[in-house]
Nanobody, 126 residues
Framework: QVQLVESGGGLVQAGGSLRLSCAAS????????MGWFRQAPGKEREFVAG????????WYADSVKGRFTISRDNAKNTVYLQMSSLKPEDTAVYYC???????????????????WGKGTLVTVSS
């Protein structure tokens, strides 16, 4: 069993930056594909970014490409999401998730993830 805890959310002005962290416990996540998802008020949860187990392959939703960067430190059992040039439409609860799969199409989908954190709220003011 993998437990995931997100942190780093908060209130930020448009154009600002935040760094989210996802700390894993229970077992090492070094063999898991990892992803960040988000859910805005009144909307469905959506994929944001994914990373393979070695950290040498990453992929992003078009809406965040060029502004967000996902990374991981397997020695610390932690995954990060660096968010820059934030926009009000980035406001959402951000979730970290782990997948036993390394296949990109799987890690882009909610159903492809095996473990979820409880989320951290990011609010971007205009």
């Amino acid at each position: 069993q993998v437990q995931l805890v997100e942190s780093g959310g908060g209130l930020v002005q448009a154009g600002g930056s935040l760094r989210l962290s996802c700390a894993a416990s229970g077992r090492t996540i070094s063999s898991y594909g990892m992803g960040w998802f988000r859910q805005a008020p009144g909307k469905e949860r959506e994929f944001v970014a994914g990373i393979n187990w070695r950290g040498d392959n990453t992929w992003y939703a078009d809406s965040v490409k060029g502004r967000f960067t996902i990374s991981r430190d397997n020695a610390k059992n932690t995954v990060y999401l660096q968010m820059s040039s934030l926009k009000p439409e980035d406001t959402a609860v951000y979730y970290c998730a782990a997948s036993r799969s390394q296949w990109v199409p799987t890690i882009r989908t909610i159903g492809g993830m095996d473990y979820w954190g409880k989320g951290t709220l990011v609010t971007v003011s205009s």
